[in-house]
T-cell receptor, first 112, second 110 residues
Framework: KAGVTQTPRYLIKTRGQQVTLSCSPI?????VSWYQQTPGQGLQFLFE???????NKGNFPGRFSGRQFSNSRSEMNVSTLELGDSALYLC???????????FGQGTRLTVV | QKEVEQDPGPLSVPEGAIVSLNCTYS??????FMWYRQYSRKGPELLMY????GNKEDGRFTAQVDKSSKYISLFIRDSQPSDSATYLC??????????FGAGTRLTVKP
């Protein structure tokens, strides 16, 4: 059974640009959550999508957005990149709410 | 005060030792408690998933949850060098919004 797949694995962008990250969940999982991991703040919840609808949102500015497609694949977009957006972005897949969540390998974003 | 407190360590133990990792939390709404293991440059790997108070055992790993004290633990028996990683506690109120501890860096020396 394939795990959670995130692409790309590494990304370097310039301040002010925008970026789109992709996450393919485990087959049969309909919930996709996104997290940001930094050395200073640790793992922080960005948002969660279920059946193409955003169900929960963390305390991040509106520059961070996402969407989910009918096949449960999800994308996350960050606009007007700032140096502080440099982080490991992780996607977690789960069957539904209150079920085990499995992470992908993450996308390491560096903003220069 | 952070919602989830976890001692970042580092923690170093000899091979074969019993390792005890702990987290405390302040939000009484948390009902689901998880432990993840994260190797360098990898995504977190789910080790244990528990609901409410009690113990759960899986191989060399035992998770304990004491909701009355807002305290959770992970025990690793017969620790191996391959257990060297960062261990993250996580918890949620049942809405897939997991709150994580800072992670404890563990080294098991041969």
């Amino acid at each position: 059974k394939a795990g959670v797949t995130q692409t790309p694995r590494y990304l370097i962008k310039t301040r002010g640009q925008q970026v789109t990250l992709s996450c393919s969940p485990i087959s049969g999982h309909r919930s996709v959550s996104w997290y940001q991991q930094t050395p200073g703040q640790g793992l922080q919840f960005l948002f969660e999508y279920f059946s193409e609808t955003q169900r929960n949102k963390g305390n991040f500015p509106g520059r961070f957005s996402g969407r989910q497609f009918s096949n449960s694949r999800s994308e996350m977009n960050v606009s007007t990149l700032e140096l502080g957006d440099s982080a490991l972005y992780l996607c977690a897949s789960s069957r539904d709410v209150n079920t085990e969540a499995f992470f992908g390998q993450g996308t390491r974003l560096t903003v220069v | 005060q952070k919602e989830v407190e976890q001692d970042p360590g580092p923690l170093s133990v000899p091979e074969g030792a019993i390792v005890s990792l702990n987290c405390t939390y302040s939000n009484s709404a948390f009902q689901y408690f998880m432990w993840y293991r994260q190797y360098s440059r990898k995504g977190p790997e789910l080790l244990m998933y528990t609901y409410s108070s009690g113990n759960k055992e899986d191989g060399r790993f035992t998770a304990q949850v004491d909701k009355s004290s807002k305290y959770i633990s992970l025990f690793i028996r017969d620790s191996q060098p391959s257990d060297s990683a960062t261990y993250l506690c996580a918890m949620s109120a049942g809405n897939n919004d997991m709150r994580f501890g800072a992670g404890t860096r563990l080294t098991v020396k041969p």
